[in-house]
């Protein structure tokens, strides 16, 4: 299984940017995604999940209403839209298979992460 996130770059605060993860090797129509961020000296934390059906979705309170998660099963491609971004979301993204309803990555799938930086 491979994960290719593509979209990230540098921003100023309250930007945009549209994060893209096309999945390769395992079809992913039946698995719930995330979305996680790792930080520099921090650990990785999810920040977006969505069901295998795209009808349930999940975010922590510091990207709620922020940060929208959405799939394209006929793309097995996950998607990340991140609006009014902050400093404080600079980080390396990363998508993955993820246990359903929970924050557990299945798999130990990760690829290479996207970089976002967002400057003040």
């Known amino acids: 299984v491979q994960l290719q996130a593509s979209g990230g770059g540098s921003v100023q605060r309250g930007g945009s940017l549209r994060l893209s993860c096309v999945v390769s090797g395992r079809n992913i129509d039946t698995r719930s995604m995330g979305w996680f961020r790792q930080a520099p000296g921090k650990e990785r934390e999810l920040v977006a999940r969505?069901?295998?059906?795209?009808?349930?979705?999940y975010y922590p309170d510091s990207v709620k209403g922020r940060f929208t998660i959405s799939r394209d099963n006929a793309k097995n491609t996950v998607y990340l839209q991140m609006n009014s971004l902050k400093p404080e979301d600079t980080a390396v993204y990363y998508c993955?298979?993820?246990?359903?309803?929970?924050?557990?990555?299945?798999?130990?799938?990760w690829g290479q992460g996207t970089q976002v930086t967002v400057s003040s």
């Open positions: 993955t298979i993820v246990s359903p309803g929970t924050a557990s990555p299945l798999g130990g799938y």
């Open positions: 969505i069901s295998w059906s795209g009808i349930s979705t």
